[in-house]
């Protein structure tokens, strides 16, 4: 009968979806300066996805090249929240950054590796100063969701999130997860959390805060920290570099890395609601500093390898009543077979 019942698993299993490849270590040029790649679990991340052009992360900043050439062909046209002009992110390459960060391709043996082969949609925010406004922003995010995406990064801080917070529950309501930088204070922010926005600091190579010392930037830390993501020597693409990549730190590349982790879970499962991938997000997390949440890491560092494994396994999972089906169908068959036997 044990015999029997793991047979039974096994093919109900098998007919669920296909196997993984097991873990990708891309060609990209820079990947190796990457030192956050392995952290996060990316090479398994990438053995059961790169990622889905089907899938808009919009980056709420300051427009974006869309020349990049390891963005191109992924870069949506461009909008911006009312009273403010489009930018194309030449002005300002702070957004370009960005988005490079979430979404350079992956294994294309050029330049670095973002999280996945993601769409861009750039929605400009700010002016080319990186001046903007708690409305800018928050219309922004509503734009973002009409528009169809899925995860929604903004590198910017702002003097009132209630906007933002209520936008991001009508984007929730639409299907996406907004995702928010900590800061760069190097110093603790007593501001409360919010209901819907996920708010990410900064951490290092040695799994602890990003910190370049008193006086120095480094992560803002405090009680409204959801997750925490490396903001340290991040490999960024920018066409006007002699190379066109450099490194940056920053919560900045701290958020999208976890706008990125989303877009990529929902790469590969793209049933699951927002509540569904931002769990994923937080009880796969690696739980650093004190037991469970906490106002440094909230509920711990990224691991977007443990996410994309989740998401993946929970396309294997069928529906109750789907799985009785296929026990029945299974079973039967197998029940005459057996009963053919001396």
Known sequence: MRRFLTILVLAILASAGPALAGPLVPDDQYYPYEWYGSVLGLPEAWGISLGSSSVTVAVLDTGVISTTPDLLGRVKSPLAAPGLPILNGMANRHGTWVASVAAMRVNNIIGGAGVGNFSILPITVADANGATSPSYIANGIRMAA??????????????????????????????????????????LNPMSGYDNLIFVSGTNAKDLRWDNGVGKLGSTWGPFVDLSAPADDIVVADPTFESGYGWGDGTSFAAPLAAGAAALVWSINPSLTPDEVQNILYTTADDLGPLGWDEVYGWGRLDIGAAAERAYEMTLTPEPGTLLLLAAGLAAPLARRLRRRP
């Open 146 to 187: 009409n528009a169809g995406a899925r995860a929604i990064n903004v590198s910017y801080l702002t003097d009132d999130y209630q906007p933002l917070d209520e936008a991001a529950a009508y984007a929730r309501s639409k299907g996406a997860l907004t995702f928010v930088a900590a800061g760069n204070s190097n110093d």
